[in-house]
């Protein structure tokens, strides 16, 4: 707990600020999943159909895949880490959405096109209103 003292003396920032990236990487690690399902959702209606594309199937591939390709990139060389990655990511797209390997690198390909449009979307969306602000600053 901080004192009065460590107030005075500036340290208390030290522990706001371990605490607030926590809570950056927690928030950001649910922002995420919730987008590549929402991603996986539609990519896997697109390409397999609604009656074998799930909601709670791109849940599982999405925290799954998410999961799991941490911990290859963790503990793998990067070029190693990204193919098992991909491989597991592949593998679970297969496994949930009831698919052969097109079917599944399919479903990838339209996910990956899927989130960038929805990323370059966004980057619009919240660029515009500092765009305009910052333009309003230059008057």
């Given at each position: 707990?901080?004192?009065?003292?460590?107030?005075?003396?500036?340290?208390?920032?030290?522990?706001?600020?371990?605490?607030?990236?926590?809570?950056?990487?927690?928030?950001?690690?649910?922002?995420?999943?919730?987008?590549?399902?929402?991603?996986?959702?539609?990519?896997?209606?697109?390409?397999?159909?609604?009656?074998?594309?799930?909601?709670?199937?791109?849940?599982?591939?999405?925290?799954?895949?998410?999961?799991?390709?941490?911990?290859?990139?963790?503990?793998?060389?990067?070029?190693?880490?990204?193919?098992?990655?991909?491989?597991?990511?592949?593998?679970?797209?297969?496994?949930?959405?009831?698919?052969?390997?097109?079917?599944?690198?399919?479903?990838?390909?339209?996910?990956?096109?899927?989130?960038?449009?929805?990323?370059?979307?966004?980057?619009?969306?919240?660029?515009?209103?500092?765009?305009?602000?910052?333009g309003l600053l230059s008057l």
């Open positions: 707990m901080p004192s009065l003292a460590d107030f005075m003396e500036g340290s208390w920032w030290l522990q706001i600020s371990g605490q607030t990236d926590l809570l950056f990487a927690v928030i950001s690690f649910v922002v995420n999943l919730i987008v590549m399902t929402i991603v996986f959702y539609l990519a896997g209606v697109i390409v397999v159909g609604k009656r074998r594309a799930l909601f709670s199937d791109a849940l599982v591939i999405s925290l799954l895949g998410t999961v799991v390709g941490n911990i290859c990139s963790l503990f793998f060389p990067p070029v190693i880490g990204l193919i098992l990655s991909l491989l597991i990511w592949l593998l679970l797209i297969r496994r949930y959405y009831e698919t052969g390997w097109l079917g599944a690198l399919a479903v990838a390909v339209l996910a990956v096109i899927i989130y960038v449009v929805v990323l370059i979307v966004l980057a619009f969306i919240f660029a515009i209103p500092f765009l305009l602000f910052a």
